[in-house]
């Protein structure tokens, strides 16, 4: 039972690739959360890295999207 919850989440995760910005997003937010889990103790470090891989995927298609502004005009 206890590699069903993993399968699932594994599972959800490759549903959610759809692009590289996802992948990139994917990878940071494991990284984090292996790096994190190093210092932090607990599962907080999940939660961390989720919340910073997160903002880092939005801060990055902003700024997709406003350089693609000024490209086309």
């Given at each position: 039972?206890?590699?069903?919850?993993t399968a699932?989440?594994i599972?959800l995760?490759?549903?959610q690739?759809?692009?590289?910005?996802?992948?990139?997003?994917?990878?940071?937010?494991?990284g984090?959360?292996v790096?994190?889990?190093?210092?932090?103790?607990?599962?907080?470090?999940?939660?961390?890295?989720?919340?910073?891989?997160?903002?880092?995927?939005?801060?990055?298609r902003?700024?997709?999207?406003?350089?693609?502004?000024?490209?086309?005009?």
């Amino acid at each position: 039972m206890d590699y069903a919850l993993t399968a699932m989440f594994i599972c959800l995760l490759v549903f959610q690739l759809r692009g590289n910005l996802y992948i990139l997003v994917a990878i940071v937010a494991g990284g984090l959360a292996v790096g994190l889990s190093l210092i932090i103790s607990g599962n907080f470090h999940i939660i961390i890295s989720s919340i910073v891989a997160a903002t880092l995927g939005v801060l990055f298609r902003q700024y997709q999207l406003s350089h693609k502004e000024e490209k086309d005009s």
